[in-house]
């Protein structure tokens, strides 16, 4: 067979497997880009925002770093802070937040009406939470449209800070925690699984 009678079936084969390979090339889904680093509000989140969002009951945490990023993946900031809240139940229906409990979910108690009513030893860690605001719209977390909000209770953290997490699909902004005392130190980290906010430990020394 000569180059020229060839060149044309060469051509036809090449079309059909381009035919029937795009759909396939098409079809498979690529994992999304990973998020941008997490930034610090600007201006600050005060006391205000939070009395508005979560109610009076709940204040900022001092002397806690505050951060912005996209932990939902919708590629809008979303708002983390830490904050005190003496009754996060009671606030939840009028201020349209929810009440999640990532730590004892991860430990085998997902009743949230019980674990709230958990208290911890250290006076000074009683009633300390995470508060999330998903972002909506161009003005994200700022926004004065209804916007999904958590309050996050019982988790254990004395330091935080929000990196990237590596899964098994996709990577993700993790709030990281660190807590210490005098027999133990534990790392750990929580991040939306597309559902809801699941923790997970990262690391922990106890002696």
């Known amino acids: 067979m000569s180059l020229r009678t060839a060149l044309p079936r060469v051509l036809l084969l090449a079309f059909v497997i381009g035919v029937f390979a795009a ?5 498979k889904k690529q994992p999304p880009p990973p998020p941008a680093a997490a930034k610090s509000p600007v201006p600050a989140v005060t006391d205000s925002y939070v009395h508005k969002e ?3 009951d709940c204040s900022l945490l ?3 770093p505050q951060f912005v990023g996209d932990l939902d993946g919708d590629g809008i900031d979303d708002l983390i802070v830490a ?3 003496k009754d996060p139940m009671a606030d939840q229906a009028e201020y349209g937040f929810r009440v999640l409990d990532p730590f004892d979910s991860f430990m ?3 009743n949230v009406k019980i674990t709230a ?4 030893d250290d006076p000074d860690r009683k009633g300390i939470v995470l508060l999330i605001v998903h972002g909506v719209g161009p ?3 700022r926004s004065t449209k209804p916007k999904p909000k958590f309050l996050l209770i019982n988790l254990p953290f004395r330091t935080l800070a929000v990196k990237k997490l590596a899964l098994r699909k996709r990577t993700v902004l993790g709030i990281y925690m660190e807590e210490f005392g005098v027999d133990e130190h534990t ?5 939306w699984d597309g559902r809801k906010y699941r923790y997970r430990v990262v690391g922990a020394d106890f002696e």
């Open 117 to 120: 009513g958990y208290i911890s």
């Open 54 to 56: 979560f109610g009076d």
């Open 139 to 141: 003005e994200a977390w």
């Open 187 to 191: 790392a750990s980290v929580v991040f």
């Open 108 to 110: 085998g108690f997902g």
């Open 23 to 27: 759909p396939l090339c098409a079809g």
């Open 83 to 85: 904050a005190r809240c």
């Open 62 to 64: 001092p002397d806690t």
